[in-house]
């Protein structure tokens, strides 16, 4: 089992910047690959972006690519979005996600191939 708790989010002006940590326990992250989704009142899930177990690959939505970088710390046992050039669009919770399947059968794009999931921090952009 593994437990992730994101923190980071917050109350930013359009234009500023945001990081989310999301710290896992109970097992070593470094055999997961991690996700970030997010979601806003009345909208589906979304794929924010995502990085490889070992961190040397990254993949991101075009929504937020260029603005958001995904990084991880396996030695922390940390994975970290850092949001830059906020949108108020970009107002949701965001989820971070442990998959252990290499992305296998959907897509790491795919909520469904995630084992574990945190329970979600708000970010709210003001314009």
């Known amino acids: 089992q593994v437990q992730l708790v994101e923190s980071g989010g917050g109350l930013v002006q359009a234009g500023g910047s945001l990081r989310l940590s999301c710290a896992a326990s109970?097992?070593?992250?470094?055999?997961?690959?991690m996700g970030w989704f997010r979601q806003a009142p009345g909208k589906e899930r979304e794929f924010v972006g995502g990085?490889?177990?070992?961190?040397?690959?990254?993949y991101y939505a075009d929504s937020v690519k260029g603005r958001f970088t995904i990084s991880r710390d396996n030695a922390k046992n940390t994975v970290y979005l850092q949001m830059n050039s906020l949108k108020p669009e970009d107002t949701a919770v965001y989820y971070c996600?442990?998959?252990?399947?290499?992305?296998?059968?959907?897509?790491?794009?795919?909520?469904?191939?995630?084992?574990?999931w945190g329970q979600g921090t708000q970010v709210t952009v003001t314009s």
């Open positions: 996600a442990a998959d252990s399947s290499y992305c296998s059968p959907y897509g790491c794009h795919d909520p469904r191939v995630y084992d574990y």
């Open positions: 109970g097992r070593t992250l470094s055999a997961y690959a």
């Open positions: 990085i490889s177990w070992s961190g040397a690959r990254t």
